[in-house]
């Protein structure tokens, strides 16, 4: 197995999930255009405040972001927008994988994309 492939392969074996949040992801893999290395970066997702706005915690902060998918079902979807211009989607699927990307929009347009493995708290 080799490069992209090998670091994606413990995404295989992921756990049985819960439908809806909190969720914690830890995640392994990060790609920007064909580059893939390995991470170890937790993300968690949250209900933070009494209305029940959904927060999404990560290495570069805490932001609001909305569920897109109807409660309760997987695969579970969420966008928000951070800081610098930055539009964001987290994409849970049914057995637990994760998928985060970030879309920069502040100069030259980029895309970066994070792997990983979620679980209910």
């Not at 209900?47 to 570069?60: C, I, K, R, V, Y």
């Not at 610098?84 to 502040?106: N, P």
Request: with cysteine; charged share 15%.
């Amino acid at each position: 197995m080799s490069g992209r492939w090998a670091l994606l392969a413990p995404l295989l074996a992921a756990p049985a999930v819960v439908m809806a949040e909190p969720w914690t992801c830890e995640m392994t893999v990060q790609c920007e255009n064909v580059d893939c290395v390995a991470i170890a970066d937790t993300y968690d997702l949250i209900a933070a405040d009494h209305e029940g706005q959904l927060f999404l915690t990560s290495p570069a902060g805490t932001r609001p972001v909305t569920r897109l998918s109807p409660q309760g079902t997987l695969p579970a979807a969420y966008a928000g927008a951070g800081p610098h211009a930055v539009g964001e989607l987290l994409t849970i699927t049914q057995d637990g994988q994760a998928m985060h990307t970030t879309h920069g929009f502040d100069g030259p347009a980029r895309i970066r994309t994070i792997y990983g493995i979620c679980t209910g708290l």
